[in-house]
Every structure is written in C-alpha cells, then in structure tokens.
T-cell receptor, first 114, second 115 residues
Framework: AQSVTQLDSQVPVFEEAPVELRCNYS??????LFWYVQYPNQGLQLLLK??????LVESINGFEAEFNKSQTSFHLRKPSVHISDTAEYFC????????????FGGGTRVLVKP | NAGVMQNPRHLVRRRGQEARLRCSPM?????VYWYRQLPEEGLKFMVY????????ESGMPKERFSAEFPKEGPSILRIQQVVRGDSAAYFC?????????????FGQGTRLTVV
C-alpha cells in the first residue's frame, strides 16, 4: 500500500520570499511522484512529475522538486513566490502496477501575502 | 479542445435522494478516474473506468455508490440514498492512456451537499 504525508496543512509566506512544501511517501514498490496545484474553485493541474532519470524536476513557472529515495521525500520549492501562487498544493504518488491511479496527500494551502 | 467537463458544479440533495454526477472526458481520452475530497482532506481514489468497463473500483464504498462509462456519453457517478457523510467534492480525471506518468487532466469538480 502507498501513502503520502504532507506535513504542513497551511504555509503563509510573503511575496518574493522562498517557500518549501514538504512531502513524504511510503511505498513498497517503485514510485512515481507528482505535484498538483488547485487554484480556488478550480480543478487540479499538474505542476511537475518525477518518473525516472534526474532527481530534480522543474516546472515552467519556477517550481522545482527533488526526489530523495533514501529519505522517501519529494519536497516542492520555489525561490521567490508571487501573489498568484496562492493555491492548494497536493503531492501524489503512483506505482507501476497502479497505472494512473493516484494516492494524494492531504494538501498544503499556500497563502502569499503582499 | 475543451477540458474535462463536470456537471453540475454544485448539487444539493436531501437525505435519501439520489445524486448523479456527470463527467465528460477530454476528446480522445478513454480512461476516467473518480476521486472524492472530503472537507479538509486530500483526494481519495474511488474508481477507474475505461469505455464500458470498470477496471478498478477498490476505492468505492460497497453500498449505494456505482459508476459507469458507456460507449456513448459521459461517465456517471451515482450515489443512491445519500447521507450527510456523502457531502464532499467529487473530481473526475481523464487520460489518453493508462500508463503511469500519462498526464491525467482534472475537471473542476462537483460539490455535493446533503441536507
């Protein structure tokens, strides 16, 4: 069985400050990791994913996440946030046998303050 | 190309009534996933369907819940005799293939309130 833990339910941060959202997972098989973002009253959008290869993955809007197998983590970071980054962020995991079925963490609400 | 369309966006039902939630996947997508998000919780997988087939229903409650994805038309998640605990946001996602890593596109969700 797989599980995902997002340690912070809410993260307030000032504009242009860095932010890190923590994600830890547990799985008995090889995993594939994802970060999704949910803006208010909208569906989830894929932010970035790790399937294989380089353990550092980046999104087009400045976020990056690093897969750390020894620490079973996939933390999300952005060096300088914008007001528009205010949203809820979900970490998710899938295993090879599960196809595209995702197991989500509880989510982290990021509130960017001016 | 329209995204994943879910309707209605908001649905209010009295206890004991039936709720029908619809999901039209993106054009060309034949794989549909339903997730439920209870208040203050993350999304939980319910069911995975391919056209006319239920592939994985391991997350579906044993009673009152059913899902279908007919050859023509949207996927339907049906909840019979709703109870207050069914109040949640229900999200549908679709993908072009089933291989892991294939991006799943999510709809905006249906927020069900049972009164």
């Amino acid at each position: 069985a797989q599980s995902v833990t997002q340690l912070d339910s809410q993260v307030p941060v000032f504009e242009e400050a860095p932010v890190e959202l923590r994600c830890n997972y547990s799985s008995s098989v090889s995993v594939y990791l994802f970060w999704y973002v949910q803006y208010p009253n909208q569906g989830l959008q894929l932010l970035l994913k790790y399937l294989s290869g380089s353990t550092l993955v980046e999104s087009i809007n400045g976020f990056e996440a690093e897969f750390n197998k020894s620490q079973t983590s996939f933390h999300l970071r952005k060096p300088s946030v914008h007001i528009s980054d205010t949203a809820e962020y979900f970490c998710a995991v899938s295993g090879a046998a599960a196809g595209n079925k995702l197991t989500f963490g509880g989510g982290t609400r990021v509130l960017v303050k001016p | 190309n329209a995204g994943v369309m879910q309707n209605p966006r908001h649905l209010v039902r009295r206890r004991g009534q039936e709720a029908r939630l619809r999901c039209s996947p993106m054009k060309g997508h034949s794989h549909v996933y339903w997730y439920r998000q209870l208040p203050e919780e993350g999304l939980k997988f319910m069911v995975y369907l391919q056209k006319e087939n239920i592939i994985d229903e391991s997350g579906m409650p044993k009673e009152r819940f059913s899902a279908e994805f007919p050859k023509e038309g949207p996927s339907i998640l049906r909840i019979q005799q709703v109870v207050r605990g069914d109040s949640a946001a229900y999200f549908c996602a679709s993908s072009e293939r089933r291989e892991v890593g294939t991006e799943a596109f999510f709809g905006q969700g249906t927020r069900l309130t049972v009164v």
